[in-house]
């Protein structure tokens, strides 16, 4: 992406939230306008093409990404919240209609991954699901603001999948997974090699899930978080400067081995600190002191660490802070 100067979906929804979660006002009205101009030339829908050219309006992937749009609202009603102004939420209503129009699978209630025709398998066999996009927080505050959906039917109907999904194989997530519960490759050829293990797109269950519990001490949520650390403390010996940190473990050991990575990325520390969150309180104490020794690595593919360690951070140090 870099390479093209693009501006990819997911990188401005992470963006609002942390400028939110900063209370950086003037970045978040800057990030907000940059999605607002680009939806409103894609003009189709209010959901953010995936990759444009970074200022400018051509659009290199034009579909959807669910977790963009899921964070992009989600930093809209907070702002809503905390501001009072009508403009958050009128903005944030019209990208969660879209969302749940183009990325709601309609009798599974399971979130889809886009708004393209290639993840609308429609509940088959061939319907890939990402857990990481899973945002329940996200549902919630739907919830509150747009009662003429049911979110929060669609924010059960997701635990329940990610309770069979977890309680299927190892213990961990795979990144992709299948409408019976089942680790599956993603039709857009992106995880042939990978789909199986808790990867790059499931190093983000730990932050949404703990997120959760964080504000709303969900059973369902702890039921996860504890199971996800009761296999990394057994993995570990409960060493949380254990390079056991820094493996990505595979769902289902027949589908594929483990991954050894040469360093624990500090994205990986994190996510494996706040399994603690609802039941170890050492753990958690100890991994976020950790965790608090890391610094930004700052290269030319260091996007994706970088921002996650930040996020992870600021949840664990109790910067995301409810505005009602």
Same mark, same amino acid.
């Given at each position: 992406?870099? =390479?093209?100067?693009?501006?990819?979906?997911?990188?401005?929804?992470?963006?609002?939230?942390?400028?939110?979660?900063?209370?950086?006002?003037?970045? $978040?009205?800057?990030?907000?306008? #940059?999605? &607002?101009?680009?939806?409103?030339?894609?003009?189709?829908?209010?959901?953010?093409?995936?990759?444009?050219?970074? $200022?400018?309006? =051509?659009? /290199?992937?034009?579909?959807?990404?669910?977790?963009?749009? @899921?964070?992009?609202?989600?930093? @809209?009603?907070?702002?809503?919240? &905390?501001?009072?102004?009508?403009?958050?939420?009128?903005?944030?209503?019209?990208?969660?209609?879209?969302?749940?129009?183009?990325?709601?699978?309609?009798?599974?209630? @399971?979130?889809?991954?886009? %708004?393209?025709?290639?993840?609308?398998? &429609?509940?088959?066999?061939?319907?890939? #699901? =990402?857990?990481?996009?899973?945002?329940?927080?996200?549902?919630?505050?739907? !919830?509150?603001?747009?009662?003429?959906? %049911?979110?929060?039917? /669609?924010?059960? !109907?997701?635990?329940?999948?990610?309770?069979?999904?977890?309680?299927?194989?190892?213990?961990?997530?795979?990144?992709?997974?299948?409408?019976?519960?089942?680790?599956?490759?993603?039709?857009?050829?992106?995880?042939?090699?990978? #789909?199986?293990?808790?990867?790059?797109?499931?190093?983000?269950?730990?932050?949404?899930?703990?997120?959760?519990?964080?504000?709303?001490?969900?059973?369902?949520?702890?039921?996860?978080? *504890?199971?996800?650390?009761?296999?990394?403390?057994?993995?570990?010996? +409960?060493?949380?400067?254990?390079?056991?940190?820094?493996?990505?473990?595979?769902?289902?050991?027949?589908?594929?081995?483990?991954?050894?990575?040469?360093?624990?990325?500090?994205?990986?520390?994190?996510?494996?600190?706040?399994?603690?969150?609802? +039941?170890?309180?050492?753990? @958690? =104490?100890?991994?976020?002191?950790?965790?608090?020794?890391?610094?930004?690595?700052?290269?030319?593919?260091?996007? $994706?660490?970088?921002?996650?360690?930040?996020? #992870?951070?600021?949840?664990? *140090?109790?910067? $995301?802070?409810?505005?009602?």
């Amino acid at each position: 992406m870099k =390479n093209r100067a693009c501006t990819i979906s997911e990188g401005i929804g992470y963006g609002m939230l942390l400028s939110y979660f900063n209370n950086d006002d003037d970045a $978040f009205f800057r990030l907000w306008n #940059y999605n &607002r101009a680009i939806r409103e030339y894609n003009g189709s829908t209010n959901l953010m093409p995936r990759i444009v050219e970074s $200022f400018t309006h =051509n659009i /290199v992937e034009a579909e959807s990404a669910s977790e963009a749009d @899921l964070d992009i609202a989600t930093a @809209l009603i907070l702002m809503y919240y &905390r501001s009072g102004l009508e403009p958050y939420k009128t903005d944030a209503l019209a990208i969660i209609n879209d969302l749940w129009k183009d990325e709601v699978e309609p009798n599974s209630k @399971l979130i889809l991954s886009g %708004n393209s025709s290639i993840w609308h398998g &429609r509940g088959g066999s061939e319907t890939a #699901y =990402n857990l990481g996009y899973f945002s329940p927080v996200a549902l919630r505050l739907f !919830a509150q603001i747009d009662p003429s959906h %049911n979110w929060n039917g /669609v924010l059960d !109907a997701m635990y329940t999948y990610m309770a069979k999904v977890q309680d299927s194989g190892t213990g961990v997530f795979p990144d992709w997974s299948n409408a019976t519960g089942v680790a599956a490759k993603p039709p857009n050829n992106s995880a042939n090699n990978t #789909y199986f293990r808790f990867g790059e797109e499931g190093v983000r269950i730990p932050w949404r899930i703990a997120w959760d519990y964080y504000w709303y001490q969900d059973s369902r949520a702890a039921t996860v978080l *504890n199971k996800l650390n009761n296999f990394i403390v057994e993995k570990t010996s +409960g060493n949380v400067k254990s390079t056991a940190l820094g493996i990505n473990y595979s769902w289902d050991l027949s589908l594929g081995a483990d991954k050894t990575m040469n360093v624990v990325a500090g994205m990986w520390l994190g996510a494996w600190c706040s399994t603690g969150i609802a +039941g170890n309180a050492s753990w @958690l =104490n100890d991994c976020t002191t950790e965790l608090n020794t890391k610094e930004l690595t700052n290269s030319t593919s260091s996007y $994706f660490n970088d921002i996650l360690l930040v996020m #992870y951070s600021m949840l664990l *140090n109790g910067m $995301f802070l409810k505005p009602f």
